[in-house]
C-alpha cells in the first residue's frame, strides 16, 4: 500500500510557529514518527510539504496517475478558500483522511475540502495524524474490499 501525506501552508515551520497551539515536535521529528509508524504497518508513505496550493493540487492528480492508494493531509492554510482544492480531491476520487492538530471547530476555522474527505480528525496533536494513517489504511482496505 503507498499513500500520500501533504502538509499544506505553514506546516514546515512546526515546532516553532505558535508552539502554544502546534506544540513543540518539529516538521523533521513528525515525520520520521509517520515514516517509523507507516514501516510499522507495512505501508510506503511519501510525505510532501507546500506552501502553495496549486502545488498541492499538482501533486495530488500527480498520486492518481501514479496508483497512490490513499492520501492524508492537513490543508492548513489552504483550509478557507480551498476550493480549487476541493475540487481536484472531487475529481480524484482517493481515499482522503484530512488531520488538523488544533480542534478547528472550536477554533472557527472552516475547512473546504474536508467535504470531500472520508473522515477528519482534529484536535490531537500530533496524535492525530497517527490515528489518521490508522484510519487512511483501515479505509483504504475497506474500499479494496467493496
Known amino acids: 500500500m503507498k499513500l500520500l501525506l501533504i502538509q499544506g501552508a505553514n506546516m514546515e515551520w512546526l515546532g516553532r510557529r505558535q508552539p502554544e497551539v502546534y506544540g513543540t515536535t518539529t516538521a523533521d521529528e513528525l515525520d520520521a ?3 517509523d509508524e507507516a514501516k510499522r504497518y507495512g505501508v510506503e508513505l511519501d510525505i510532501f510539504y507546500t506552501n502553495i496550493e ?3 493540487i499538482t501533486r495530488i492528480y500527480q498520486a492518481a496517475r501514479d496508483g497512490i492508494d490513499g492520501l492524508m493531509m492537513n490543508p492548513a ?15 480524484v476520487a482517493l481515499p482522503y483522511v484530512e488531520v488538523h492538530m488544533s480542534n478547528i471547530e472550536r477554533r472557527g476555522i472552516p475547512s473546504i475540502p474536508s467535504s470531500e474527505a472520508d473522515g477528519m480528525i482534529t484536535g490531537m496533536g500530533i496524535d492525530s495524524y497517527l490515528l ?4 487512511l489504511i483501515r479505509v483504504v ?3 479494496r474490499a467493496a
Open 54 to 56: 496549486g502545488e498541492a
Open 33 to 35: 514518527l509517520l515514516l
Open 132 to 135: 489518521g494513517l490508522d484510519a
Open 141 to 143: 482496505k475497506k474500499k
Open 77 to 91: 492554510g489552504f483550509n478557507y478558500a480551498g476550493y480549487a482544492l476541493r475540487d481536484c480531491l472531487r475529481g
